[in-house]
């Protein structure tokens, strides 16, 4: 899956009421991510994983186990970051914590 390197701005914090997660994430999904969201859950849907996401957000998640108003959204200093890489993770639940565990790493190529 090669794809060119693109810049994404992170510039809101928000939570997950449900999971109770607060996490940072973009006011505006760069094109390039939506792309690449859309070919992985091609992808998966064609080795037969029909469980996919139905709204796509994507995030950065600060902290776990937090209690937040409901809709909780705050605009902050903007960081961007040059998405140079990309990989696929394995979530686990492990003795009650969630690990991570890296399944593959995708580097594009230079934009």
Do not use: W
């Amino acid at each position: 899956m090669a794809m060119p390197s693109f810049e994404l701005t992170l510039d809101t914090v928000a939570s997950f009421s449900k999971p109770k997660i607060l996490y940072l994430a973009p006011s505006v999904v760069a094109r390039e991510l939506l792309v690449l969201q859309r070919q992985v859950a091609d992808i998966c849907k064609a080795m037969g994983f029909n469980k996919i996401h139905d709204g796509y957000r994507p995030h950065v998640t600060l902290l776990r186990h937090v209690s937040v108003p409901e809709g909780f959204s705050q605009q902050v200093l903007p960081l961007s970051i040059v998405v140079s890489e990309f990989a696929l993770y394995q979530s686990l639940n492990i003795e009650g914590a969630v690990r991570y565990l890296p399944l593959h790493t995708f580097s594009c190529r230079e934009g």
